[in-house]
T-cell receptor
């Protein structure tokens, strides 16, 4: 993948624990998003950002917080992990230029909440 | 109501055959974009092809083409001359309102299996 880095790649959490999934891109992209992928559900949008300091909710935001203090980073915070948050998480980024339609995805973060 | 519908949970095709993966969408926006992604078993999301709502011609990228029928709100992916490496999950996705950004609505996907 071209420049979208997600960490960690694998994580096991206990119910009630908090953690942050990190996403960083080095392409100076303004747009970034977080998705979760569950079996049979496709990818669902959690939160997205159109630039530093600007975030908005997607389809499934409950239980997650985001912030965008820099253009490069878009961390996803789980405040109190629940088994229902067991999923694969993808971060994505793109330019804000009309006509540029390439969206770069990270390699995914596998999260298990027990 | 689902905004992206992929009605084929699984498709089976033999090598060198063509295959069509169906996608219908629902939106009231005049400006939108349609994407197809491939997800192999390794899990990464691979961009295949894009069609803008105002594009007059169907998009093509190598062996991939998008059969865009705006009035029917369908955006089917056609893979010509299937290869074993095409075995993967395929997702149709839509970006509404505006022509940039990463906020996509995904379908549930179609699993394609290519046999020799």
């Amino acid at each position: 993948n071209a420049g979208v880095t997600q960490t960690p790649k694998f994580q096991v959490l206990k119910t009630g624990q908090s953690m942050t999934l990190q996403c960083a891109q080095d392409m100076n992209h303004e747009y970034m998003s977080w998705y979760r992928q569950d079996p049979g559900m496709g990818l669902r949008l959690i939160h997205y950002s159109v630039g530093a300091g600007i975030t908005d909710q997607g389809e499934v935001p409950n239980g997650y917080n985001v912030s965008r203090s820099t253009t490069e980073d878009f961390p996803l915070r789980l405040l109190s992990a629940a088994p229902s948050q067991t999923s694969v998480y993808f971060c994505a980024s793109s330019y804000s230029i009309v006509g540029i339609n390439t969206i770069y995805f990270g390699e995914g973060s596998w999260l298990t909440v027990v | 109501a689902q905004k992206i519908t992929q009605t084929q949970p699984g498709m089976f095709v033999q090598e060198k055959e063509a295959v069509t993966l169906d996608c219908t969408y629902d939106t009231s926006d005049q400006s939108y974009g349609l994407f197809w992604y491939k997800q192999p078993s390794s899990g990464e999301m691979i961009f295949l092809i894009y069609q803008g709502s105002y594009d007059e011609q169907n998009a093509t990228e190598g062996r991939y083409s998008l059969n865009f029928q705006k009035a029917r709100k369908s955006a089917n992916l056609v893979i010509s001359a299937s290869q074993l490496g095409d075995s993967a999950m395929y997702f149709c996705a839509m970006r509404e309102g505006g022509q940039a950004g990463t906020a996509l609505i995904f379908g549930k996907g179609t699993t394609l299996s290519v046999s020799s």
